[in-house]
């Protein structure tokens, strides 16, 4: 195959080196004018054959030299649902979930295309498999913390490390349209618990429950469209922030957003969008002004 001797010829002669990313799938398949599902068995090639491997969040690099042989693919009959979801769960992490297809994941398994079939009955119900697996990785300790406040923390932090882990999970369930996965449901019912005996009825307590989710899928959802960009435009984070440089500094010079100009100006070149440090920003101003709420409502 074309693509798999070409980036093989490149590690062998240094041009690509342990750790350096490959192109996602989408720009292989457009820069070797093949069909994605084309550019995604020769991925699946390299992979097995030990030449690159997938990095959560980060994609497709290459792999640092091994002693060990590349493990064989797994026969079919060795297939589980289980197992198709959690290969599933690995694809996503890695290209997004826009880049998840039945085709791609048979590829990984080194299975028949329509073999997956027999395990999940198609791509929207893989997701919502894939979803609650991933929602299922992190519990809840007994006895759990004293306080709604120490409670709620647990619980948002809990959902924003498994929604950092796997980006693509707030995709997955839109506001408008709850899907009832029931290891999500676990989390909600934390939450919903940690507010019951504040003097909030029903109403409120749901408005609250929404207002704390959405800040979490709100947020993280830049971290599965960054996934997208990059496969999309082939530039990472930093490249794409340089090339608008020009188009901010003629914005700048107009002179007609002085707030925003002071504003680049105070943060220079020191400004890292730091997601973490944004989540602990929101979770306790969401906190603080709970409490206010709180202390308003025992005063009536």
Request: charged share 25%; net charge negative.
């Amino acid at each position: 195959m074309d693509i798999v001797e070409d980036i093989k010829r490149r590690v062998a002669s240094g041009k690509l080196k342990p750790g350096d990313r490959l192109p996602p799938v989408r720009q292989v398949a457009r820069q070797w004018g093949v069909a994605l599902a084309t550019a995604t068995k020769a991925m699946n090639t390299l992979q097995q054959q030990g030449i690159v491997r997938a990095r959560p969040r980060v994609g497709t690099v290459v792999a640092a030299p091994s002693t060990e042989p590349p493990p064989e693919p797994a026969p079919e009959t060795a297939l589980s649902r289980e197992r198709v979801v959690r290969v599933a769960i690995e694809l996503a992490d890695a290209e997004g979930l826009g880049a998840l297809t039945m085709r791609g994941i048979a590829a990984k398994l080194g299975v028949a295309p329509m073999s997956p079939y027999k395990y999940v009955g198609g791509k929207d119900d893989l997701i919502l498999l894939m979803a609650d697996a991933a929602y299922a990785e992190l519990g809840y300790p007994t006895p759990l913390p004293e306080g709604w406040r120490a409670r709620l923390e647990l619980v948002g932090r809990t959902l924003w490390t498994l929604h950092r882990r796997h980006p693509w999970l707030a995709q997955v369930t839109p506001l408008s349209r709850p899907v009832v996965l029931p290891h999500l449901a676990v989390h909600a019912e934390q939450a919903l618990a940690a507010l019951e005996g504040l003097g909030f009825d029903a109403v409120t307590r749901l408005n609250l429950h929404v207002l704390f989710y959405s800040s979490i899928q709100g947020l993280v959802v830049n971290a599965e469209r960054e996934t997208q960009a990059q496969s999309a435009t082939g530039l990472s984070e930093d490249e794409w922030m340089d090339s608008q440089e020009a188009d901010l500094r003629r914005l700048v010079a107009t002179g007609d957003y002085p707030a925003f100009a002071a504003m680049l100006e105070g943060v220079g070149d020191g400004y890292d969008l730091d997601l973490d440090m944004l989540f602990e920003l929101g979770l306790k101003l969401q906190l603080d002004g709970l409490a206010t709420m709180i202390e308003a409502a025992t005063r009536q």
